[in-house]
Antibody, heavy 115, light 113 residues
Framework: EVQLLESGGGLVQPGGSLRLSCAASGFTFSIYTMNWVRQAPGKGLEWVSGIKGSDSSTYYADSVKGRFTISRDNSRNTLYLQMNSLRAEDTAVYYC????????WGQGTLVTVSS | DIVMTQSPDSLAVSLGERATINCKSSQSVLYSSNNKNYLAWYQQKPGQSPKLLIYWASTRESGVPDRFSGSGSGTDFTLTISSLQAADVAVYYCQQYYSNSYTFGQGTKLEIK
């Protein structure tokens, strides 16, 4: 059974940093593109970042480029999102999702950026 | 970036009736070398994570009821629910994976009339 379990969310002040993790199981993690998608309170889905399984190429939405870094550890079946210079508008539930068409999603972790 | 625009923003349909949601991309998401449309549809119910319904524009994900169908090509796509059930009340999103920077539509809220 495929499982994705996010962790690392919480309350952080503007300008602060946070690292999210997504522990994956039930599939061959190393060969799949993995994504972070966020959803601000009461809003729609926004793709944040993706990382390919084949060569670990990384891609970012313009809204987070230069502030967020996606990475993966295939030996630990874990996806990460390092978030720096956080802003109030980064407040959202952050989901990890498997593959280009996102066939599996985690339950999400809430990030709140507030003073 | 490819901009995805859904219509309508909200929709109320009677039980048993057909529901149709449209999605338009700012550029074609049809890859000519394999003739595939890089377009997916998702359902999100309140308090839940999104669920994949359709990929390659018209391929139904395993376990998705056959009342859900996807159609279209190039820049214009449609999600159709043939006979609306109470369990289908949700927000529906389209998403393109043609470019390496994926994008979602703004969502369509489906309610019972």
């Amino acid at each position: 059974e495929v499982q994705l379990l996010e962790s690392g969310g919480g309350l952080v002040q503007p300008g602060g940093s946070l690292r999210l993790s997504c522990a994956a199981s039930g599939f061959t993690f190393s060969i799949y593109t993995m994504n972070w998608v966020r959803q601000a309170p009461g809003k729609g889905l926004e793709w944040v970042s993706g990382i390919k399984g084949s060569d670990s190429s990384t891609y970012y939405a313009d809204s987070v480029k230069g502030r967020f870094t996606i990475s993966r550890d295939n030996s630990r079946n874990t996806l990460y999102l390092q978030m720096n210079s956080l802003r109030a508008e980064d407040t959202a539930v952050y989901y990890c999702a498997k593959d280009r068409w996102m066939d599996y999603w985690g339950q999400g972790t809430l990030v709140t950026v507030s003073s | 970036d490819i901009v995805m625009t859904q219509s309508p923003d909200s929709l109320a349909v009677s039980l048993g009736e057909r529901a149709t949601i449209n999605c338009k991309s700012s550029q074609s998401v049809l890859y000519s070398s394999n003739n595939k449309n890089y377009l997916a549809w998702y359902q999100q119910k309140p308090g839940q994570s999104p669920k994949l319904l359709i990929y390659w524009a018209s391929t139904r994900e395993s376990g998705v009821p056959d009342r859900f169908s996807g159609s279209g090509s190039g820049t214009d796509f449609t999600l159709t629910i043939s006979s609306l059930q109470a369990a289908d009340v949700a927000v529906y999103y389209c998403q393109q994976y043609y470019s390496n920077s994926y994008t979602f539509g703004q969502g369509t809220k489906l309610e019972i009339k």
